[in-house]
């Protein structure tokens, strides 16, 4: 599946046909009951020089979220080791930066990539742009992926973000991939796109040459002081099949079931789940804004019959 046409034909199929052949893909690659728990913590908050109309960490805004330093190694192992306890396999650290300056923070980051791989967890991080050097160097560090979301269709973009072009992401998707790092790619349904728009979204990233390790699907949280703090939900069914579709079309994928699940009923996520959706944000915050707590979870995929955190791989 690479271009619209296609999408359009998988997604449009009728509902139940849509979510079995989701589940039968999913069932022939992974299983049902592996879901990935990511942490996921904020190592530099605010102030961001970006114009991202959903974001609470733009400094164009006025949001209420402050401004925070460069977290110290030392306090990033420490939620790391908390994260671990609490049955999350991968860590995944956010910056709010355009792009990472080289010098002591670029370093600082690096040495929080090592304690996390040290303590046998997965590591991701988010830090905006990144040149061919930075990313060989998160290579170095033994980086697990690196998150950079197009976000919404190459059309819409400007509509959200203008402080940096579409090809600026993909430019740093390649120099991701080219240096040996899985890609995590995917976006943010709720911002006024159309179906279309998120189907071409989902098409881009199928067109990349390195195909993502895993798909974000992000509900926007619409944020106070943001440009889309008023905007409403997306329709429940419409991210079921947005869901199945990325599932069909990356079959190897982990899908993620990203922000907005504290604004979900247990039964749309569990038809998520049902729908190829194999991973979750884990824990109480994602960067910025809540998150199901981890008793909410526990008691999720209690009822869903799955083993508690830290069984799950054995
Ligand atoms: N600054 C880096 C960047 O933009 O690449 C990394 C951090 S940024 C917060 C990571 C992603 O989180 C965004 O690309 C967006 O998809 C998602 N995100 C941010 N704010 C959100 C919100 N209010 N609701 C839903 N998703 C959001
Ligand atoms: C992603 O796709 N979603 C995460 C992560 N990548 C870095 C971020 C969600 C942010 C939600 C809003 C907030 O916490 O500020
Ligand atoms: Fe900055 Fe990332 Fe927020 Fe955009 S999404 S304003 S780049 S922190």
């Known amino acids: 599946m690479k271009t619209l046409d296609e999408f359009q034909a998988v997604y449009h199929l009728p509902l139940s046909e849509l979510i079995l052949r989701a589940a039968g893909v999913h069932q022939a690659h992974r299983g049902h009951n592996d879901i990935q728990r990511c942490a996921?913590?904020?190592?530099?908050?605010?102030g961001c020089p970006e114009d991202c109309k959903y974001c609470s960490q733009s400094a164009h805004y006025d949001s209420p979220v402050g401004r925070e330093p460069l977290l110290t190694v030392d306090e990033v192992r420490e939620k790391a080791e908390q994260a671990k306890a609490s049955g999350a396999t991968r860590f995944c650290m956010g910056a709010?930066?355009?792009a990472p300056k080289d010098g002591p923070d670029f370093d600082r980051v690096i040495d929080m990539v090592r304690v996390v791989r040290g303590l046998g967890m997965e590591a991701c991080v988010?830090?905006?742009m990144l040149?061919?050097?930075?990313?060989?160097?998160?290579?170095?560090?033994?980086?697990?992926?690196?998150n950079h979301n197009l976000d919404t269709s190459r059309r819409f973009y400007p509509e959200v973000i203008t402080t940096r072009k579409y090809d600026d992401r993909l430019d740093t998707l390649r120099a991701v991939a080219k240096a040996g790092i899985s890609v995590c790619s995917g976006g943010i349904v709720g911002m006024g796109e159309t179906v279309d728009d998120r189907l071409m979204m989902l098409a881009e990233l199928a067109q990349l040459e390195t195909q993502p390790e895993s798909v974000p699907i992000n509900c926007l949280m619409p944020q106070s002081g943001t440009p889309l703090q008023m905007a409403t939900d997306v329709d429940s069914i419409e991210i079921v099949r947005l869901i199945a579709t990325a599932r069909i079309a990356f079959p190897k994928a982990r899908v993620r079931l990203s922000a907005g699940r504290d604004r979900m009923s247990r039964e749309l996520q569990i038809l998520c789940f049902l729908a190829g959706a194999d991973s979750v944000f884990y824990g109480d915050k994602l960067l910025t804004a809540p998150n199901p707590t981890s008793t909410d979870d526990a008691a999720l995929f209690r009822s869903m019959g799955l083993p508690e955190p830290g069984l799950a791989a054995v």
């Open 126 to 128: 988010t830090l905006g």
């Open 96 to 98: 709010a930066w355009r």
């Open 131 to 146: 040149t061919d050097d930075q990313a060989r160097r998160l290579k170095d560090a033994d980086l697990t992926a690196y």
């Open 40 to 46: 996921l913590l904020s190592i530099k908050t605010g």
